[in-house]
Each structure stands twice: as C-alpha cells, then as structure tokens.
C-alpha cells in the first residue's frame, strides 16, 4: 500500500473534492518519472483507496472512503508513536446515532450544574456518540473516569450517577460521560460539549472521528 502517494494526495486536496491532476503534474509533486507516477496513481485505484474519472485532457483523482480511513489509521499511529510512551491517549472510531436519550439527560438541570461547575463548560443539549475501533476500546478500559456526578431526584424520580473524563475534538474540549450502568457497552462513548459537534465540525453518521483524552 502506497501510503506516500496517498498522502500527497490528499495535501493537494483529493480528500475534499475531485482533483483535476494529469499523471506528468502527479510526477513532479512526488519527485519521479511519468511512468512511474501512472503507476502508482493505479495501485491506489486497485487498493480502492482512490477513485479516478477519465477526461479528454487528463483525469480527476478522489479519495475514497476506503483511503480516508486508510489515513485516519496513518494519523493514529503517528500520534501514538510521538505521544511519549502514551502520555497522548487517542479514541478512534465512526460516528453513530444514539438513541436520542443523551438530549433528554443533558437538559437537566441537576446533571447540568454539576457539568458548569465540574468541567467548566455548559453542555449542549444532546451528546455525540463514537463506535470506537478494537485498539481504542483496549485504550478506553485503562482512562480513569475521575470526575464524579452525583445522582439525584427530581419529582419523586430518581436519576443516576455517572462519571467522565475530558476529551478534545478539533478545537473543542468537551467530555466523555459514562453512565453507572451495569451493561453499559464498552465500545461506545458519549460526548458532550458546549456546542452541536455535529453542526460545528460537519460530521455525519459513519466518519471517522478523533478524540484526544486530556487531563
């Protein structure tokens, strides 16, 4: 897999929209001869790792989803080779709809003034759910969830504690936040942040997403 070509790939923009690039232009962005630029632009279109439209006068590359994901990986692995023996912890995984309970949860007020005075932030009404990868649930078992809240009732309702950990996404500190249930699934986390991270970072069910745990 040509991991290099990818990338430049990707730097010039093929993972955003369609780019128009001849294999002669390919050629010089990554230092070799024609041939072998053609060449490799086709291993990666073998390795379904990017999608090519032919035109009269060249062709416009894509990556496909299979390559963004490829890249995804790439990021993954350098961000855990320079963290310093693990002192960066990265969740990795695709986004997915929950069950539109976190909406629910998030707007009360009793969990609500524990997460102001406890992480800092006012949360938005809902939360961003992550299906994290095999390596990243193995990660997520060793995080130490040591910020506590506290169950309450409400209207002769009793509601449950939970606990969470700070998290970065992009430019947003937000957390993970972990009910107290006893089946609770293990490969999935629960975000919340003081904006729609949906909305605020363009994501939608099945991208690739990248949580940094901080302290």
Excluded: W
Excluded at 103 to 118: A, N, P
Excluded at 200 to 207: C, F, M, N, P, R
């Amino acid at each position: 897999m040509d991991i290099q070509s990818l990338k430049k790939l990707a730097l010039l923009g093929a993972h955003q929209k369609p780019l128009e690039l001849s294999s002669v232009e390919f050629a010089e962005h990554i230092d070799s001869s024609q041939q072998t630029a053609a060449r490799k632009l086709k291993a990666l279109e073998e390795d379904k790792l990017i999608s090519r439209q032919f035109l009269p006068d060249g062709q416009l590359i894509s990556i496909t989803k299979n390559g963004i994901d490829t890249l995804h990986k790439e990021l993954s692995d350098y961000l855990e080779i320079f963290s310093g023996n693990g002192s960066i912890k990265i969740l990795s995984g695709k986004l997915i709809t929950g069950l539109g309970e976190g909406q629910y949860y998030i707007s009360l007020e009793g969990y609500r003034s524990q997460f102001r005075e406890k992480l800092g932030f006012d949360p938005y009404p809902g939360t961003l759910n992550v299906k994290l990868d095999a390596k990243s649930i193995e990660i997520r078992k060793k995080i130490t969830q040591n910020i506590k809240i506290t169950g309450f009732t409400d209207q002769n309702r009793t509601f449950g504690k939970g606990s969470c950990f700070r998290v970065r996404i992009a430019d947003i500190e937000g957390a993970v936040i972990t009910p107290e249930r006893t089946h609770y699934p293990e490969d999935i986390i629960e975000i919340i942040a003081p904006v729609n991270l949906r909305n605020y970072l363009d994501l939608k069910d099945g991208h690739n997403v990248n949580v940094e745990v901080i302290k």
